[in-house]
């Protein structure tokens, strides 16, 4: 795209409600910021890069998902889905996806449930060694349950190439302002005919299963060894695709953090143990850990650790007592997270520290996704 021809459509797109700066609504479309590590399997309503998921049904298929450095000129990072396990015989209700959820309270300036509902803009790249047609689906989730849904088609195997696909706001379908599901984009890779037999619709009609994946033509899990990628997401107010917004990946790891926040092992660097945060010990068998994290979290997070509770110990004055359990307090989403410690031996009114041993497996992982 040319300069000026980008130039009119962020000016088209400003025109029609939407903005210059801050124009993208989703977070980590370069794939750059992945907390959880860089290789997964592909699973049932499972996160891999930080903010967009895997989804399958009644699938025989198998695959891994990993953050890859093949990518468009201006990019560093992909998702690469990579077939392990071939279903190549579809039954009729099996699907493979990609999704990726919006918070709510993000999309109040899509006016949907008005008259000024305003029409948005996804554009992608993406790279498959499967050529042929893909489907798009939007789903709303506030209110009445309602999905636009259209196709794209990769005209070369293994080569970038960018898509862009624009969709009807939605005069009727209401997006509550709060902390929930708002919308979800959902990048089909294999579909059944339950869900793939429908028509395309560039409007947010009420949810059929046949319209969900219309017209999908492409079974990427056929064959073991089949790839697709994806980066450069974007979605935006207005009818065109603009060039997709860059930001710091210090920025976009501090979005990333509201819904998810791991503090990983640092290698040993501290005299072989990692430092998570400081407290008081309550009773002889419990302690109360505060961490603050850099941002708001979405909701009261729920707490996963790396290796077993023994790895981790409470430090007070010169003594180390081994834990058995780690959990979440509530009410701790904005200023601080308190983590009680369950161990034994331990002398209450002292200060204390949570280390974990210089060990790559350990890490603690809040979690508030959507």
Known sequence: MSKAADLANLIGN???????????????????????????????????????MTSLGNNSGAATVTQDSSAPEGFANSLKVNVTTADSSLATNHYNQMVYRIEAQNLQ??????????????????KSNKTGTYSVNIAQNDNSYKQ?????????????ERKSLTFTGDTSGVINDDNGHGLEI????????????????????TYADANYAANQGVNVFDTIGNTWFLTGMQLEIGQNATTFEHEPYETTLRKC??????????????????????????????????IYPPVHMRVDPSLSIGGSASDYYIWN??????????????????????????????????????NAYGNSTNFLEFDAEL
């Open 317 to 354: 004055a010169n003594d180390a007592d081994s834990c058995s359990a780690l959990s979440v307090e509530g009410g701790s989403t904005h200023e601080y997270i308190v983590v009680n410690v369950v161990g034994a031996n331990m002398t209450a009114g002292r200060g204390c520290m949570l």
């Open 186 to 205: 959902v990048w089909i890779l294999a579909a059944g005919t339950t869900y793939s037999s429908g028509n395309n619709s560039a409007s947010f009609v």
């Open 109 to 126: 300036s899509l006016a949907f449930g008005t008259s000024e509902a305003k029409n948005i803009t996804l554009s992608f790249y993406v």
């Open 148 to 160: 636009a849904n259209l196709t794209y088609t990769i005209d070369s195997a293994n080569t970038w």
């Open 257 to 290: 953090q509201r819904y998810l926040l791991r503090y990983p092992n640092d290698g040993g660097t501290n005299g072989g143990y990692t430092r998570y945060g400081t407290g008081q010990i309550v009773a002889s068998n419990e302690a109360e850990i505060s």
């Open 14 to 52: 400003i025109n029609a409600g939407g903005g210059g700066v801050n124009r993208n609504l989703i977070i980590n479309g370069a794939m750059n910021v992945s907390q959880r590590g860089t290789s997964f399997s592909f699973s049932n309503n499972a996160y891999c890069l930080d903010r967009i």
